[in-house]
Structure formats: structure tokens, C-alpha cells
């Protein structure tokens, strides 16, 4: 549903980007190619649908909006929650007797040292 939404989203948007270039300020933009207003999509016409389509096509991204952050997928791993919560240590032995014996480290073997010269 999140990416149906998503995807109606970037449709309306590439659309209302549309409506808004065809407007000009003012009441110009593709109404004023038209010379008389007696044509079937005349001047004021023309203006008053591309009006209505910008507002609704903004009216949409918003609805669609707020309803897809209702569906935003929401994953819960297993590794997530276990670092969001303290680890607990399950391990009823003593600290000391968790302790195994170091190898014993054997010393490098010693060299003679040089004799100093005199």
C-alpha cells in the first residue's frame, strides 16, 4: 500500500508541476492564446480548470501524504531489538571461575651481549 501511495504521490507531483508551468501569473499562462471568449474552452474557462486542478492535485499529494505515513512499513528484526535492549547475562558462574588459565608465556631466549671494546 506504501508504495501504491508513493507512487500516486510522484504522479500528482510530476502533474501539478505541469499545471503550475502552464499557469502565468495573473490569469495568463494558456488562456491567453485563446483570442475570443465564446470557444468552448475559452479564456475564463481555460483559467478556472487549471485553477481547480491545482488546487486539487495539492489537495491529493497532501491526503495521500498523511495516509501513506500510516502505512510506512515498520520491520522488527530480531538484531534490532536485541540492541535496543540491555544485555543480560544469563551465566550463573563467578567471575573468577570464568577465568581459565593463561598459557604461561616463555621469555625470549637470552643472547650473549657483545663484549665492549675498550
Known amino acids: 500500500m506504501y508504495i501504491f501511495l508513493s507512487i500516486l504521490i510522484v504522479i500528482a507531483s ?18 491567453s492564446n485563446y483570442a ?4 468552448i474552452m475559452g479564456y475564463r474557462k481555460t483559467t478556472d480548470f487549471i485553477e481547480k486542478a491545482t488546487w486539487g492535485l495539492a489537495i491529493f499529494i497532501c491526503v495521500c501524504s498523511i495516509a501513506a ?5 515498520h520491520t522488527i528484526n530480531k538484531s534490532s531489538i536485541e540492541q535496543t535492549q540491555a544485555p543480560v547475562n544469563t551465566n550463573t558462574e563467578a567471575p573468577a571461575a570464568k577465568k581459565e588459565a593463561a598459557p604461561a608465556q616463555t621469555a625470549p631466549a637470552a643472547t ?3 663484549p665492549k671494546a675498550n
Do not use: E
Request: aromatic residues 4%.
Open 69 to 73: 505515513s500510516f502505512t510506512v512499513p
Open 36 to 39: 475570443s471568449g465564446n470557444q
Open 14 to 31: 510530476l502533474l501539478l508541476i505541469g499545471a503550475v508551468l502552464i499557469q502565468k501569473s495573473k490569469g495568463g499562462g494558456l488562456a
Open 112 to 114: 650473549p651481549a657483545a
